[in-house]
């Protein structure tokens, strides 16, 4: 573990013991890099062998440094999890359930690329005890998936969504990118249609983020390709905005449609603020008052070396955070709750500035107030940025 970790263990094992924990693994293979892609990712396999066994190993180290506790939800993330071999897949499991306590467990999820994965690997996986899959699917249009560097094709993703079915996931999650160049708004909506048909129970839209260095980026700023105007991504959320909730699949996030019930367990908890933690190269963490993240240098963190970038929140940023993340869910925040907690703080000016601002919010249509909660309209959905930058 490391040195800076340790010494704080007392603290991060009491927060581990407050209630069950997310558990997130991050698994950073692929088999091609994105074209839009700057997460913590790498197509050299050969180190994938002693990634596992790392991941393997800090699993156990862990569960035996926080005394054990009690998970709820598992998450195994990518990078592409699909590329595991079914003994890695076994190893990673076993290690999990012996190191942790999975009495509570409600949600286990892995992610998987379509044109990855085979009957044989996913009727595996579900006899793992993994009962929900997260597929990357982006778009069904094959040009835009070409322009995107993803490996399959529109047949592929609609074939692994029909045979992850097959292999006894009844929970299945579908993502969907917004504001690639050449996509149209119409064949978003068709896309969003096409895949909800297919039965899944959750829908994740992403808009296209380019902050950082990446080839799409590069052929962008050439003049090569063009973005959509923001005017135009925003007239696609407000289409499916309309259209998901009358397929089936009413939002309970900014980004995310359901079923009732299909809701991301695991995704929710980050939102509420709930603890967590996370293993693997560039994987966060936020047990008791400190949050971490892990190096994002692949062969670093396999090697045990790397920085790790370590907070302490002080109370008024973690006051903060509640409305920061809790007012992207559909169900918002509960203020009698955050301003009993600013008072106990002594914290009740702060609160009370945010909730003005929130007001003001408010008559302009942006934001509702209902009873003791509050939450975004749909227009505030979707000027959401610009709302929650008073919380950072």
């Not at 203020?335 to 009740?348: F, K, T, Y």
């Amino acid at each position: 573990m490391n040195p800076e970790l340790s010494r704080r263990l007392p603290s991060i094992r009491s927060g581990a013991q407050t209630g069950p924990i997310g558990l997130y693994l991050h698994v950073p293979f692929c088999l091609d890099r994105c074209t839009y892609c700057s997460f913590a990712t790498t197509r050299d396999r050969s180190l994938q062998p002693a990634t596992i066994r790392r991941l393997v190993s800090e699993t156990t180290a862990w569960g035996a440094a926080l005394a054990r506790p009690a998970v709820d939800t598992l998450y195994l993330g990518g990078g592409t999890p699909s590329l595991l071999s079914r003994a890695e897949l076994e190893d990673l499991t076993v290690a999990i359930r012996a190191a942790f306590d999975l009495s509570p467990l409600v949600e286990a999820t892995l992610e998987a690329n379509p044109g990855t994965v085979d009957l044989a690997w996913l009727q595996q996986a579900r006899d793992l005890g993994w009962d929900r899959i997260s597929l990357g699917v982006q778009a069904l249009d094959d040009t835009l998936l070409a322009r995107l560097g993803r490996i399959h094709g529109s047949a592929q993703a609609l074939e692994s969504l029909e045979l992850a079915a097959r292999a006894g996931f009844r929970r299945r999650s579908a993502d969907l990118m917004v504001g690639i160049p050449g996509q149209s708004l119409s064949k978003v909506v068709e896309d969003a249609r096409t895949l909800v048909a297919t039965g899944i129970d959750h829908l994740s839209i992403y808009l296209l983020d380019l902050d950082k260095a990446c080839p799409l980026r590069a052929e962008i700023e050439a003049g090569r390709l063009t973005l959509p105007t923001e005017d135009e991504v925003a007239d696609v959320f407000e289409a499916l905005q309309e259209e998901l909730p009358r397929l089936g699949l009413p939002p309970y996030e900014i980004s995310n449609y359901a079923r009732p019930g299909g809701a991301s367990i695991h995704n929710t908890r980050y939102w509420e603020r709930r603890p967590y933690l996370g293993l693997g190269p560039s994987a966060a963490s936020q047990l008791g008052d400190f949050r971490w993240t892990e190096t994002g240098v692949i062969a670093a963190w396999t090697e045990g070396r790397g920085e790790l970038d370590l907070q302490e929140l002080d109370a008024a940023e973690a006051l903060a955070e509640i409305p920061l993340l809790g007012l992207r869910l559909h169900g918002g925040v509960d203020w009698s709750a955050l301003q009993e907690r600013a008072i106990a703080l002594n914290l009740r000016p702060l609160c009370d500035g945010w909730e003005a601002r929130l007001r003001a919010f408010a008559k302009e249509g942006l934001v509702l107030w209902e009873g003791d909660r509050v939450r975004l309209s749909a227009r505030g959905m979707l000027m959401s940025n610009g709302i929650l930058q008073m919380f950072v």
